[in-house]
């Protein structure tokens, strides 16, 4: 009788060619519902995919040996920061890797403490709004801090410009943002229900649009604006003065605030009609901010009306004019139907 040979059972070949029907029957006693090269098989596929992905790995170099870490962390980071909803945990992660790879950005545009209080105003964002909240917060600080620096010498000679060669403090991120965490409380803790959180989220991003208008109005104004008026009585006023505007400076906040509405848009975060509503809510709040600055700042008993203090005022304005206008936006829909 012809003998046939058979390859090593451990043999790679062998395991992908053998069917596990074709094994010789087992009495009942010993049968499994799987035979056991197939169950072990899979077992150690399953495990080496959990082991390459999360394991460190031992590695040979050319200069001695050593053990040299694979990317499972920065992998556990990864997917961490991605959660979604997002945690407390994944939200300061997140921070905490993003802060310490854009920190030569970062200190351009915020002191030390400046950046203790941006990492909260962060965290706070990454837990409310997710990635994309985040995002748009990156967003608003780099076009914000670039703007500041527009012909610095120039503002600084005119004693115009901020203050630390723009260097923003804790007052002024706090001031800048208060708005936006306020909304993102609301957001996290679901105040209002399901039918407010998108109410919050547009709150959200128009305190920022409002703020970041206001910044760019003010700077490029400084910078290049030839002819400035005091918003009350239209009557010309040197740079700088509290509640002056300017047609450059005007022009420039009204398409920061479109670009950020805009980003906003593209991110998921609002809708394009309620990306028109951030910006009309962004420059009735600046002209509010505007005419505050012109009759109350400075003046006698008003003190305590700093620049942070009307960054509070006018960011809050800008949120609350956004979710008014769209709350009446909703009614108005609703009730056409019936009206027709």
């Not at 945990?89 to 915020?110: D, E, H, K």
């Not at 950046?115 to 964002?125: D, H, V, Y």
């Not at 005007?250 to 951030?278: D, M, N, P, R």
């Amino acid at each position: 009788m012809a003998t046939t040979s058979f390859p090593p059972l451990c043999s790679p070949p062998y395991l992908r060619r053998i069917r596990c029907n074709n094994l010789s029957p087992l009495p009942n006693h010993l049968r499994r519902s799987k035979p056991l090269i197939c169950t072990f098989t899979s077992n150690l596929t399953k495990s080496s995919s959990r082991t390459d992905s999360f394991s460190p790995v031992r590695v040979q170099s050319s200069g001695g040996s050593g053990v040299v870490p694979d990317l499972g962390l920065v992998q556990r980071a990864i997917q961490l920061a991605l959660l979604s909803p997002s945690t407390w945990q994944s939200a300061i992660v997140s921070n905490l890797l993003i802060f310490v790879a854009g920190s030569p950005i970062l200190v351009t545009g915020l002191s030390v403490s400046g950046i203790a209080a941006a990492f909260l105003l962060g965290t706070l964002t990454w837990r409310g709004f997710g990635p994309s909240g985040f995002l748009l917060v990156a967003v608003y600080f780099v076009i914000g801090t670039a703007v500041t620096k527009i012909k610095m010498a120039q503002k600084e000679a005119q004693g115009v410009a901020e203050k630390a060669k723009g260097r923003r403090g804790p007052g002024s991120v706090i001031g800048s943002s208060a708005a936006g965490c306020v909304c993102a409380l609301l957001s996290i803790y679901g105040v209002g229900g399901k039918s407010f959180s998108r109410l919050w989220e547009l709150g959200f991003v128009a305190s920022f649009c409002t703020k970041l208008s206001d910044t760019v109005s003010s700077e490029i104004g400084k910078a290049y604006g030839k002819t400035t008026y005091l918003v009350t009585t239209f009557k010309v006023v040197p740079r700088g003065t509290e509640g002056a505007v300017s047609v450059e400076g005007t022009v420039a906040g009204v398409l920061a605030s479109i670009l950020l509405a805009s980003v906003g848009c593209l991110l998921g975060k609002i809708k394009v009609a309620e990306a028109v509503i951030c910006v009309l809510a962004s420059q009735i709040a600046n002209v509010g901010e505007s005419v505050i600055g012109a009759v109350l700042q400075d003046k006698d008993g008003f003190e305590w009306l700093n620049n942070d203090a009307v960054n509070v005022i006018n960011i809050s304005l800008g949120s609350i004019l956004a979710i008014l206008i769209q709350q009446l936006v909703l009614q108005y829909s609703t009730r056409m139907p019936s009206l027709v």
